[in-house]
């Protein structure tokens, strides 16, 4: 029988080296591929409490610490492991993947830094499936460009949409009544 460093039950703190902090008890070891999985309580949607289950790859492990050790080993080999909901490990995926997608669909060299914060905030309101850069400008809904210095003088439209283009001037109006009016960035571009 080999060594297991991490028995079930034992209680860990473990922090990543992308800084997240995970607090559970050992569900599972596997140490041919150095990864943990750790039963987290936590909360649904709806608040209730549940128990998440967190992969962890060791090799990306800044810190670890033990807080409760498993109280008897012998008594959890007899015990099947606990069964993971793979349909909810798949959704966890996906949401990661979308959201490195967004970061990432976010991004652009060639905007500014208050262009870049204008997307973030109509990414809130239109998804981010529905805006996309073009080079400096903000596309939303494929119908409506904000160019800069994303002030509502610089939005266009393809089409006559009164509607669309009524709601992209009232956001960029508020966004820029709560960040400033964009004149900064205008003066910035012409020195």
Known sequence: MSFNPFPIGTQLHVETCFGDHITGEVVTYEHSVKMLILSCPGKDSKGKKCLNQSIVNLDFCKNLKIIREAKTPDSNLNEPPARLNLLRLDQRLQQSVEQRENLLRSRNEHATPRGRQMFTMLTKHFGSSELSWQVD??????????????????????????????????LVEKFNAQNGNGDAD??????
């Open 137 to 170: 400008s903000i596309l939303v809904l494929q119908q409506v460009t904000i160019a800069p210095p994303y002030r509502t003088s610089d939005i266009t439209a393809k089409q006559n949409l009164p509607k669309l283009i009524g709601y992209v001037q009232r």
């Open 186 to 191: 205008v003066e910035m571009a012409a020195k």
